[in-house]
């Protein structure tokens, strides 16, 4: 699974980033390590969690498990948000005594061949995130898991290739105050990464409505199932995690018998969790004769 393998090599890159800043001394390493131990550790939770929140619905939680994907990503952006304020106070309490980072000469490769390797592995990382992503998307499912992971690993690629010009840019400048000014600028960089975290979690949390090209497909789906289909009401839609919920008034003509219009309200319901997978979908059905006002 694409989850397991990201979180594994990640794992291999924050140990590799540990010895690279026990060689340096250097905050922009160390700014690195942070960051590949947040993929670490994001990357374990996502793992975790994405198989919790797909288990079938229950008789406690008739709604299903998808909270645990909000959750985990509620975890990961306090978590990334922890540390970018532990990098902030490590950057700024050198930039405050003005020690120096240990570059020297002969340990200058093997720290910008970690951050280079980094880069790469990032990239590579993202790819194969990218792919699963777009599969799921086949399905009409949105998973708060992956879609954190890749944009994790797809800017790892763009701050390790900055780190490692960044460790050159200190060597040649023999220059501390610049170190410390790229681990501030490292740790907001954490802080950015933390917050549309932060947003989608309270996004699910407060019932957000789905996407409008979801909600007019969810529209078509249902106009296109029979003719005697008039269309549909009081849209409602949310998600939570992997799932999607959804209910609506179906309008059909007054005169149809409850058993064929229960029947073709099933119908509805089978075509769009055709189309959604991961869907739960609540049709109640009303005549075409309501008043204008009840509808």
Not at 40 to 68: I, T
Not at 194 to 220: K, R, Y
């Amino acid at each position: 699974m694409a989850l397991k393998q990201a979180f594994l090599i990640s794992l291999g890159l924050t140990l590799i980033k540990l010895l690279g800043f026990h060689l340096s001394g250097s905050m922009i390493v160390l700014a690195s390590f942070y960051d590949s131990l947040t993929d670490s550790l994001v990357s374990y939770l996502n793992y975790f969690f994405y198989g919790k929140a797909r288990e079938k619905a229950d008789h406690q939680h008739p709604f299903g498990h998808g909270g645990f994907e909000v959750v985990s990503c509620l975890a990961q952006g306090v978590l990334i948000t922890i540390l970018g304020c532990l990098l902030a106070y490590q950057s700024g309490s050198q930039l405050l005594s003005r020690s120096e980072p240990s570059l020297e000469p002969e340990t200058m490769p093997y720290v910008v061949g970690i951050m280079l390797l980094s880069a790469a592995s990032g990239y590579v990382i993202q790819w194969f995130l990218g792919r699963y992503e777009k599969k799921l998307a086949t399905t009409g499912e949105v998973s708060l898991t992956v879609q954190s992971d890749r944009a994790h690993y797809r800017s790892d690629f763009y701050t390790n290739s900055a780190g490692a010009l960044g460790v050159l840019t200190v060597y040649w400048f023999e220059s501390s105050t610049l170190d410390s000014i790229l681990g501030l600028v490292g740790s907001a960089f954490l802080f950015k990464t933390a917050w549309p975290l932060l947003v989608s979690t309270f996004s699910h949390i407060m019932h957000v409505e789905a996407e409008p090209e979801i909600q007019q497909e969810i529209l078509q789906l249902a106009l296109s199932t029979d003719k005697l289909v008039e269309g549909i009401h009081r849209l409602r839609t949310r998600r939570l995690g992997p799932n999607l919920f959804v209910d609506f008034h179906l309008k059909l003509p007054a005169h149809m018998p409850l058993v064929e219009a229960h029947r073709l309200g099933d119908a509805v319901e089978a075509k769009i969790m055709e189309r959604f997978p991961r869907a739960d979908v609540l049709i109640h059905l009303d005549p075409d004769n309501l008043p204008d006002e009840e509808v």
